[in-house]
């Protein structure tokens, strides 16, 4: 694996590396608590998975976290999962997010951007104005610590005030996009029984008004514990009957008051795609997102004041609850609310001109689909701000990696590109954004600070340049404190540890290469294992979506009663294509030479569409249960899938080859 790419596709330049902050805390940490003076990146990783309580301390020296009692020790419990991070501390994690308000009170701590695009500041006082009047006005209805407020909102600077309000006075924020539908939200709400709901009336996406007031009103009915709802009118209509007015909650000019809570002090729920069953609602904790992320962003993202940071997103996707945390390091993060592709597939690049974004982020998919389009952004956009990309959602083929070094190396710019690879789970990166190592196409530069990475065999074996499950083997200050609903830990327990015992396994294929880089392969549970070579489903995309006429490619391996292997590959065609003889052989082609002769699909079958979860992800595993016979209802939840009736054409296959 390691000599397919030989050479770097980049390489941070001496002063970049200088500059970057990881460069500086390595030199502080050797000096302060024995971290290696030399090395580089590879160095201090392996100090910090084999130093893992000086790592953390560290940490939290270097951001200055401020805990208002102290910790007795960093890991209190070391055993996953139940690990017990800085027993004994207090600590709150908005007050870190407003911190910025005190030295830069006028510059923006948000830029706010619709379909419009035009940008909007918030400046670092006024958030934090509008975070101290919502957060008394919470109290004042009651609100405690360990209760449930929740948002079902777009990406706008209301949810920000929301979610650091709610964590100022102790409670636990969830959020849905509003492009859920009832059921998925309810689905997600009514397993955490919030007491307080944030709506909007509606929003805007692709031009038109979306009303949602009869979801809303639907939300209200089903959610017998709420106590209050907060109106927020997008589309201009009045507060629905009994439901408060958003301007009135934050018009104040109030401080904020921000309640000490302990390290494990649940901050927010986020969930799982729950394509097979009711999502997973997985809890972490205000002291461990706070120091997971200012790791993740400080350190790999190398973000600071000064920075804008960029990521499309919405709120319904733990990248969303990442970019607000671009707050913990004193940079203007940017909110767009609006489609992707609206008016033209260049939109998320207008964004970033507009904005000046210096880290803009996105996905594999996006990437991929500005290629196609002949989207050139570097030429037709002004992006001489942006230091790097970033992708996530999906791993980036080694086509978008070439294709976006080419595009700006032709602008003359030194264009850091950083894939990255984390999860809901742990609301955090496994590997991705290096900013002092090259880039090697097709690879995540490596894994994460205080992340031991690796990937195994099924018996437990290290490998290095062969595929296996994703694992890691020490615990992270964001993995779950617990799931709600969940009182035995069971459901928690299943989920990642009952594979290897004590050790964390995601259920990715990966590579840890032999020079310290990573590669995806995709999810391990919908692996294609043909004849014992396994390999991931992304890697067959990447060399089917290569042909002009894929738009969209779905690959299932299931394997037969009679000890048989059936493998068809779904194709969505590019408008005017047809699947004809001639691109039947040039899709088996590209894969037996590009990828393996053992991996050309038994079928290549023309669909309507390929079915995603709610957050953008080809659902493998569900259609892999309905040509297994699978009823639809039990093989798939249907709230968490954007377009049900694509779903109807798999089940009527199946039928068909029964």
């Avoid at 999962?81 to 870190?96: D, V």
């Avoid at 104040?252 to 649940?266: I, K």
């Avoid at 039990?634 to 694509?646: C, F, T, Y």
Wanted: hydrophobic residues 40%; proline residues 8%; glycine residues 10%.
């Amino acid at each position: 694996m390691s000599t397919v790419n030989p050479e770097p596709l980049w390489r941070p330049d001496p002063q970049r590396i200088a500059k970057a902050q990881v460069t500086r805390f390595q030199a502080w940490a050797a000096k302060q608590h024995g971290a290696p003076a030399q090395g580089g990146y590879p160095a201090l990783h392996r100090w910090s998975v084999d130093h893992l309580e000086t790592f953390w301390k560290a940490v939290t020296e270097w951001f200055d976290v401020r805990f208002s009692t102290p910790y007795t020790r960093v890991l209190g419990e070391r055993s996953m999962p139940g690990a017990e991070w800085f027993p004994g501390a207090t600590l709150n994690y908005a007050e870190h997010a407003l911190r910025a308000a005190a030295t830069r009170p006028d510059e923006p701590a948000l830029l706010y951007v619709d379909e419009s695009h035009e940008p909007r500041p918030v400046t670092w006082s006024e958030l934090r104005r509008q975070v101290g009047s919502l957060a008394a006005e919470l109290r004042a209805l009651g609100v405690r610590p360990g209760d449930r407020i929740s948002g079902y909102l777009p990406n706008i600077p209301q949810a920000v005030v929301a979610l650091l309000a709610t964590a100022a006075v102790g409670g636990v924020w969830t959020s849905c996009a509003p492009d859920f539908g009832a059921r998925s939200v309810l689905d997600r709400f009514q397993q955490v029984e919030p007491v307080v709901l944030f709506t909007v009336d509606g929003y805007h996406y692709g031009g038109k008004e979306h009303d949602r007031r009869d979801v809303v009103g639907e939300l209200r009915r089903e959610l017998p514990t709420l106590r209050a709802v907060v109106h927020i009118p997008l589309l201009g209509t009045d507060a629905p009957e009994g439901a408060l007015e958003w301007s009135a909650l934050t018009a104040a000019d109030e401080e904020p008051v921000f309640e000490q809570v302990p390290f494990a002090h649940p901050l927010w729920v986020l969930y799982s795609s729950g394509t097979t069953g009711l999502p997973k609602a997985i809890v972490q904790s205000q002291g461990g997102i706070l120091v997971e992320h200012l790791k993740q962003l400080g350190l790999h993202c190398d973000l600071g004041p000064g920075d804008r940071f960029f990521w499309y997103t919405s709120t319904g996707w733990m990248m969303w609850n990442f970019l607000v945390s671009g707050l913990l390091t004193g940079t203007t993060i940017v909110l767009y609310d609006g489609s992707p592709g609206y008016p033209d597939t260049g939109a998320q690049w207008r964004v970033a001109e507009s904005t000046g974004a210096t880290l803009y982020g996105t996905s594999a998919a996006y990437v991929m689909a500005c290629r196609k389009a002949d989207v050139h952004p570097a030429r037709d956009f002004d992006l001489s701000t942006i230091q790097c990309v970033a992708t996530t959602g999906s791993p980036l083929p080694p086509d978008g990696f070439g294709w976006l070094h080419d595009e700006f190396a032709g602008s003359g710019a030194d264009l850091w590109i950083a894939s990255v690879s984390g999860g809901t789970d742990v609301c955090s990166c496994f590997a991705g954004a290096v900013p002092t190592l090259p880039v090697y196409t097709g690879e995540l530069q490596a894994p994460g600070l205080g992340t031991d990475l690796q990937s195994w065999d099924p018996n437990g074996h290290p490998l290095v340049d062969e595929v296996g499950e994703l694992v890691v083997t020490n615990p992270m200050p964001s993995m779950p404190v617990h799931f709600w609903n969940d009182p035995d830990g069971s459901r928690y327990h299943d989920s990642y540890f009952d594979t290897y015992p004590g050790v964390w396994r995601h259920g990715d294929w990966i590579t840890v290469t032999s020079r310290g880089s990573v590669v995806i392969h995709g999810r391990s549970d919908s692996t294609l294992n043909r004849q014992g070579v396994r390999m991931g489903s992304a890697d067959i995309y990447e060399v089917v979506e290569r042909l002009p006429e894929i738009r969209e490619s779905l690959v299932i391996g299931i394997e037969q009663p009679d000890g048989g292997y059936w493998m068809p590959l779904f194709v969505h065609l590019a408008p005017g294509a047809v699947l004809d003889d001639a691109l039947l052989g040039r899709i088996k082609q590209a894969i037996r030479e590009q990828l393996s002769p053992r991996h050309v699909p038994d079928e290549v079958i023309e669909v309507p569409g390929v079915p995603h979860t709610l957050t953008g992800k080809r659902i493998e595993v569900p259609v892999k249960r309905l040509l297994q016979g699978t009823p639809l209802q039990k093989a798939v939840n249907p709230g968490s899938i954007d377009n049900l009736e694509l779903l109807h054409f798999y089940e009527d296959l199946a039928r068909k080859r029964a």
